[in-house]
């Protein structure tokens, strides 16, 4: 089902990849004909719920590397991270009928959240570096031919020092400045992401950009300028 660089081999038996999947045509009328990847997302689901394994599949392979990258800054090491956006499909196929309604891929992401909170909760290990990929070469877009070495550097440095950061405050505050700052969530959707009042979000943010800037007031000067 996940057999993609990021995520290892498929598991034996379940669902087979399709690496491209296929336009989905579908001729019914439907109230989301405005938003052509719901459309999309919406008839997989309903044909993955008829016992459909390729439409699972597919949805698998249009969200896995998006997956991945949300959870990876949730869950710093490589192989938890794809443990759990392999748990969080698995999750999803057995509870198709659980679909309420919305964006699929906000059904899904907050599949993969829980997934990388019971992840951290259940090992009780704090990662190392919560963004390994910068660490990662393939992860980095090609350096521009006029890329200033000093600049460079400057920008390794400051993630490395954000990097430090993040690994020490908790795994509730750290989740929600990544879904935030990161990802692009707002409040609301946090919220609901993470089982959680509205309230309990800001104050996650609030807490731990507070703790962020006391861990980097030595290194301030790498923000400046």
């Known amino acids: 089902m996940l057999d993609s660089p990021s995520l290892g081999p498929a598991i034996p038996g379940l669902i087979a990849v399709r690496r491209a999947p296929p336009a989905v045509e579908d001729?019914?009328?439907?109230?989301?004909?405005?938003?052509?990847?719901?459309?999309?997302?919406?008839?997989?689901?309903?044909?993955?719920?008829?016992?459909?394994?390729?439409?699972?599949?597919?949805?698998?392979?249009?969200?896995?590397?998006?997956?991945f990258a949300l959870v990876v800054r949730m869950v710093p090491d490589r192989d938890q991270a794809a443990d759990a956006v392999q748990e969080a499909f698995l999750h999803a196929f057995r509870h198709l009928a659980g679909f309420r309604g919305g964006l699929v891929r906000s059904w899904l992401s907050k599949i993969a959240v829980n997934a990388a909170m019971d992840a951290q909760r259940f090992r009780k290990r704090r990662p190392?570096?919560?963004?390994?990929?910068?660490?990662?070469?393939?992860?980095?877009?090609?350096?521009?031919?006029?890329?200033?070495?000093?600049?460079?550097?400057?920008?390794?440095?400051?993630?490395?020092?954000?990097?430090?950061?993040?690994?020490?405050?908790?795994?509730?505050?750290?989740?929600?400045?990544?879904?935030?700052?990161?990802?692009?969530?707002?409040?609301?959707?946090?919220?609901?992401?993470?089982?959680?009042?509205?309230?309990?979000?800001?104050?996650?943010?609030?807490r731990g950009r507070l703790a962020l800037r006391d861990l980097l007031a030595d290194r301030m000067e790498l923000f400046r300028g």
């Open 128 to 206: 190392a570096d919560p963004y390994p990929e910068l660490e990662d070469e393939s992860w980095q877009p090609p350096a521009d031919a006029s890329a200033d070495p000093v600049t460079s550097s400057l920008a390794a440095e400051r993630h490395a020092a954000i990097n430090h950061a993040l690994a020490a405050i908790t795994t509730d505050q750290r989740t929600a400045i990544v879904l935030y700052d990161v990802e692009g969530y707002d409040y609301g959707e946090i919220a609901r992401l993470t089982g959680v009042s509205l309230g309990t979000v800001k104050s996650r943010i609030h």
């Open 27 to 67: 001729p019914r009328a439907t109230t989301v004909a405005d938003d052509p990847v719901q459309r999309r997302d919406l008839i997989l689901l309903e044909r993955a719920m008829a016992g459909d394994l390729d439409a699972f599949n597919d949805l698998v392979v249009c969200y896995q590397d998006r997956l």
